[in-house]
């Protein structure tokens, strides 16, 4: 859980980053919007995304509307993204600040909305690189060169030991 004292550290950080996000959302915030969002964070490891805060420095505090029913929120993300999210509501003397923490993807599995695998680059959400994409996918599964060699093992062995489930 996020703190006030937490939450105004974060407020004079020099800049976002892919751990941590601010929007205005005085009123309302775009539920697709912010599906990306959480994609991206979590495909960055995880993080915050703090409704309320203007991001542009210097950054205000200016309240929130956004996210009223966090457990009809919680369950819609669920269901869209398959990971669980933790929402905060914090009552600063300037507003309701709404944050958002959401955990890292599964280790092999980049998260996706709808198709597109998104991540930050610098302050905006791109797709993601076909080499960032591999990287991930990769994840967890054994170099080639790292696997102790056996005398008698047949190709179909040493794709297994790979980490591939069959032979193509």
């Known amino acids: 859980m996020v703190s006030i004292e937490q939450l105004e550290l974060w407020i004079k950080l020099p800049r976002e980053n892919e751990h941590l996000e601010f929007k205005t959302a005085s009123n309302q915030y ?3 919007k912010l599906l990306k969002y959480f994609v991206a964070l979590a495909n960055e490891g995880g993080g915050h995304l703090v409704l309320g805060v203007t991001d542009k420095l210097p950054r205000q505090i200016v309240g929130s509307k956004a996210l009223p029913n966090r457990e009809a929120t919680t369950a819609m993300i669920l269901e869209k993204l398959r990971i669980r999210v933790e929402i905060t509501e914090l009552n600063h003397p300037d507003g309701r600040i709404v944050i958002v923490e959401i955990p890292s993807r599964p ?12 991540m930050r680059a610098d302050e905006e959400l791109q797709p993601m690189t076909a080499d960032r994409l591999q990287n991930i996918f990769n994840e967890g599964k054994s170099e080639w060169l790292s696997i102790i060699a056996k005398a008698d093992a047949n190709p179909e062995d040493c794709y297994r030991a ?3 489930s069959n032979m193509v």
């Open 30 to 32: 775009d539920s697709t």
């Open 107 to 118: 280790q092999g599995q980049p998260l996706h909305l709808d198709g597109a695998y998104l």
């Open 162 to 164: 790979a980490g591939y």
